[in-house]
């Protein structure tokens, strides 16, 4: 009855784990998830109230399908005011999340065969949607001694005749990494020889970095036409329920994605569309409290692995609200490998974590710390306990 399409394609490693958590919850056992990627905060005030002023303002019909202009312009001016991008209401496409954005674009760009460079560790539906499409990944490898950074001589060595495009999220997930200013420049020496590459610069966790303000690949003049732009509210205004992202890309492309949207799902949700409109006029100043916040969390769980599990490789990640750590050393026995390393941290510490084998990082698993400080510490201590037993 089913496809060889969707016989292939895996369950999503990030929500496979959550929904592992949440059966063990429901039969009453106290499980402490450090696996699912979303803020614990809950929405700011000021978008409640945005919600509710558009629902009585009648907004019930389909919007457009690329998204309501005035919402793509303003996306358009966040661009120019955050992250030094010109690009045009013309060159936006909002969807319900940055993975429909994602979805659209690798459908609308990728034929059988092309090649997709992938710095690793990447985003667990990078890799099943480019093979979903009939793409090939090519795998750059990093590790914790770089901070999971590429290096200008492995992008060098990447590029073949088959290139279409180089896909990364800065900031990472699920590494926390950020690529600076510099660093991008120096990639952008080797860009700018294969103009028929097309970047592509996720960067949904832009307003969560701790040291300096996040730079957009894109705002290079001499990649300008080269990178594809990809956002939405989820990490920065914590409504990873309300479903919105967005891209912007030459239009030829963009083009090409609202017209793949059109027959998948339409316009993103109306209600929604005129929230993103606020969030993005008010930008990040209304949520600085969650990366302060996030801040003493990344610093609290550094400090309590340093302390209660030693052997646990850790670097220090300057966004999003992750760690990324080396658990090689327990892998040996009975663990082979990080996804029975996770499942037995689950099993036995009643811990959620995702494998790094999702992310191409065999050797470590990523724990969020979007969870108070008291849970952290609590998780760790069980995670020691359990990893005493190895």
Request: proline fraction near 5%; include cysteine.
């Amino acid at each position: 009855m089913l496809s060889q399409r969707v016989r292939e394609l895996p369950e999503s490693a990030t929500l496979a784990m959550a929904r592992k958590a949440t059966e063990l919850k429901q039969k009453g056992v106290d499980i402490i998830s450090m696996s699912l990627g979303e803020p614990d905060f809950g929405a700011p005030e000021f978008l409640k109230e945005a919600a509710i002023q558009a629902i009585h303002e009648g907004h019930s019909h389909y919007p457009p399908v690329p998204g309501y202009l005035d919402l793509r312009e303003t996306i358009c001016e966040k661009l120019k005011r955050d992250n030094n991008l010109e690009y045009s209401a013309n060159e936006v496409v909002v969807s319900t999340g940055a993975k429909q954005s994602i979805a659209n674009l690798i459908l609308a760009t990728i034929n059988p065969g092309d090649e997709v460079i992938l710095p690793a560790p990447f985003w667990v539906s990078y890799y099943d949607v480019i093979k979903f499409a009939g793409g090939v990944p090519v795998i750059l490898n990093t590790d914790i001694s770089t901070h999971f950074k590429i290096t200008v001589e492995q992008l060098r060595d990447a590029f073949s005749s088959k290139t279409k495009l180089f896909l990364f999220s800065n900031p990472c997930n699920p590494s926390g990494s950020v690529y600076s200013e510099g660093e991008l420049r120096e990639l952008a020496k080797e860009f700018v020889k294969y103009p028929e590459v097309m970047i592509v610069s996720d960067e949904i966790y832009e307003y969560i970095t701790f040291n300096e303000q996040n730079f957009s690949i894109g705002s290079i003049p001499e990649l300008k036409k080269n990178v594809i732009t990809i956002n939405g509210l989820s990490k920065a205004y914590a409504v990873t329920g309300w479903r919105l992202g967005y891209l912007a890309a030459p239009e030829e492309i963009a083009k090409a994605c609202s017209k793949i949207q059109s027959q998948f799902t339409s316009g993103a949700n109306a209600i929604t569309q005129r929230v993103a409109v606020a969030a993005l006029k008010a930008g990040k100043e209304k949520v600085s409290y969650m990366r302060e916040t996030f801040l003493k969390r990344r610093d609290h769980l550094i400090s309590e692995i340093a302390k209660n599990i030693p052997v646990m490789k850790t670097n220090v990640p300057d966004g999003a609200f992750y760690l990324f750590p080396d658990v090689s050393a327990f892998l040996k026995g009975k663990i082979s490998n990080t996804n029975d390393l996770c499942q037995y941290l689950l099993e036995k510490a009643h811990v959620a974590a995702t494998p790094g084998e999702a992310f191409g990082c065999p050797r470590n698993i990523r724990l969020s710390y979007a969870l108070n400080e008291q849970q952290i510490s609590e998780a760790v201590n069980r995670m020691a306990q359990a990893l005493k037993e190895l």
